[in-house]
């Protein structure tokens, strides 16, 4: 995709030499962003199919966040973890089955598969488990399958893994692999997170006007719903 210029250049045409060639180029280039930006096609596609061509053609932009400012507090509380998977590097040195079973599927999380699904997707549901973030009524599922309602037409999203908040059915944090094992392989995970984040958005509301609850107004907010790009 071509790269937006970040302003159109002053046409100083008596200028010669390099100069001149650099402003032709800059021009150039902005005709052809502008170009590629006016003949985009947005069209339906399920979320395992987006790329950073679909976020371009519906104006989505990402930008980072500070972890202090986006979640309004001094400092970031410390994971409330079993002591022993702080110093074990391996499942045989930890007493407690489930810290072994997750440094298990720590290691298999790291191996590359050469066909299929890798073992990140395990691991992840195991970890929200072991730090809390799955427990109760808060469940961790992998691959959930949802609606996502695009260009007229219903297509699917299908989250790695999510936690899920058992009472009310909302969707609370959404993980995307990246699957890019090999190169070559695989799409953009950010643009599959969003579209996974749309139909969740989506799913949520539905849920919440079939149990009487007002709509949310908001894509993210802050203990509602946290979108994450896993990469192992």
Not at 19 to 24: A, C, F, K, T
Not at 79 to 106: G, I, K, M, S
Request: with cysteine; hydrophobic share 45%.
């Amino acid at each position: 995709m071509a790269e937006r210029p970040k302003s159109l250049p002053n046409l100083n045409w008596d200028i010669q030499g390099p100069q001149r060639e650099g402003l032709i180029y800059q021009l150039r280039s902005f005709k052809l962003f502008t170009t590629i930006m006016a003949n985009l096609v947005r069209s339906a596609k399920s979320g395992n199919d987006w790329t950073e061509i679909e976020l371009a053609a519906y104006h989505i932009e990402c930008r980072r966040e500070d972890p202090l400012a986006f979640f309004g507090v001094q400092t970031l509380p410390e994971p409330q973890v079993d002591p022993e998977l702080l110093t074990a590097l391996r499942a045989a040195q930890v007493a407690n089955d489930r810290n072994a079973e997750l440094l298990n599927l720590l290691d298999m999380a790291m191996v590359v598969p050469w066909a299929g699904e890798s073992a990140v997707d395990d691991f992840t549901a195991a970890l929200f488990r072991a730090l809390g973030y799955a427990q109760r009524n808060r469940v961790a599922r992998t691959r959930r399958d949802m609606s996502l309602f695009i260009c007229g037409e219903f297509k699917r999203a299908k989250a790695d893994v999510c936690t899920i908040d058992y009472d009310q059915n909302d969707i609370l944090l959404l993980v995307q692999e990246d699957k890019r094992f090999h190169e070559g392989d695989g799409a953009d995970p950010q643009a599959q997170l969003i579209a996974e984040a749309i139909a969740a958005f989506d799913t949520n509301n539905e849920q919440r006007i079939k149990l009487g609850r007002d709509p949310l107004d908001e894509m993210v907010r802050i203990s509602t719903f946290f979108p994450v790009v896993l990469r192992c």
